[in-house]
């Protein structure tokens, strides 16, 4: 196997300043399922509005299949003009507070994943890791008219606050973060991960109240200060947006009516049904085609 300290560099000085703080990591790479973007959002969210340094820089170039996800490129008239740079890096970010902790952000690897976990996990002895925290969103058919759920997980069971569990044993492709927090684990290390439940007919835009109810969980898990205040007019917005569409469309509002009513009934009984894997199944295959239909055709320039 290749030395996994050979896919990434280190900043010399941003390193020996992270010496003795036994920070929380962050995995915020751009994976598998991402409903309502609450990933990419927490992770642009904190970049701009949190003081960070680059520590580390992966060497992309080994584990992204750039036939399958081509990067971005704008023509203009008679030249390219603009591309969409592909990176994988580990910030040193400072909260409101001046708590240090960690940010990996980037897209999940296509491949060569046995080395990138083993470079993260060298990541995590080196800078003594206390916690390495996951989120995601996932879809699910609930309304938006009720409360976000969230769907807790992780290694040490006296770290999770959740009351129910909203998904029973399920079998389903691995995500690059769950299969981290599987070996972290394994190991002994604490791995945490939060999948907030979006509505399955708001998937595709950024789904605020999720964001913000991730980054409140985590806040409060780890003791970090998230800036979610950054996301109050974006979270107005989204309820205004959302209530216009839904008061436009009687097919919407039936939809809206018969979940709250599903909804209802889970929590009337003393706390939610589990869906069947099918049930799941079918969620995940209805996200991941309207994920499809929406990405542009590939040009054969």
């Not at 925290?133 to 609930?142: D, E």
Request: proline fraction near 6%; include cysteine; hydrophobic fraction near 40%.
């Amino acid at each position: 196997m290749i030395d996994p300290l050979s896919l990434y560099s280190l900043d010399a000085a941003v390193a020996e300043s992270m010496a003795g703080r036994r920070p929380v990591l962050l995995n915020l790479l751009d994976g598998f399922v991402d409903a309502g973007q609450v990933g990419r959002t927490i992770t642009s969210t904190i970049l701009e509005n949190c003081e960070h340094e680059v520590l580390a820089t992966f060497d992309h170039d080994q584990l992204h299949d750039y036939r399958s996800r081509r990067p971005t490129i704008v023509f203009d008239s008679n030249r390219f003009t603009e591309l969409t740079e592909v990176h994988v890096l580990l910030h040193k970010v400072t909260d409101s507070h001046g708590e240090v902790f960690l940010l990996l952000e980037g897209p999940e690897p296509d491949m060569r994943w046995e080395l990138m976990l083993a470079a993260i996990e060298d990541l995590v002895d080196t800078f003594s890791v206390r916690l390495v925290i996951s989120a995601q969103g996932i879809p699910m058919a609930v309304p938006h008219t009720r409360p976000i759920a969230l769907t807790e997980h992780g290694t040490d069971p006296e770290r999770l606050t959740s009351t129910h569990n909203w998904i029973d044993r399920v079998e389903m492709p691995a995500s690059f973060a769950a299969v981290l927090e599987y070996r972290l684990g394994r190991r002994d290390r604490s791995a945490h991960g939060f999948a907030a439940h979006v509505p399955h007919y708001l998937t595709q835009a950024s789904y605020t109240p999720a964001v913000i109810q991730v980054m409140s969980a985590i806040n409060q898990l780890s003791g970090l200060t998230l800036p979610t205040e950054a996301l109050d007019e974006a979270l107005t917005a989204t309820v205004e947006e959302i209530e216009r569409e839904t008061a436009d469309s009687e097919e919407v509002q039936r939809v809206v009516q018969g979940l709250e009513e599903q909804y209802d009934a889970w929590t009337q009984r003393g706390g939610p049904a589990l869906p069947s894997a099918d049930e799941i199944g079918a969620e995940f295959e209805r996200f991941l085609a309207e994920q499809d239909k929406n990405d542009p055709p590939e040009s054969g320039m």
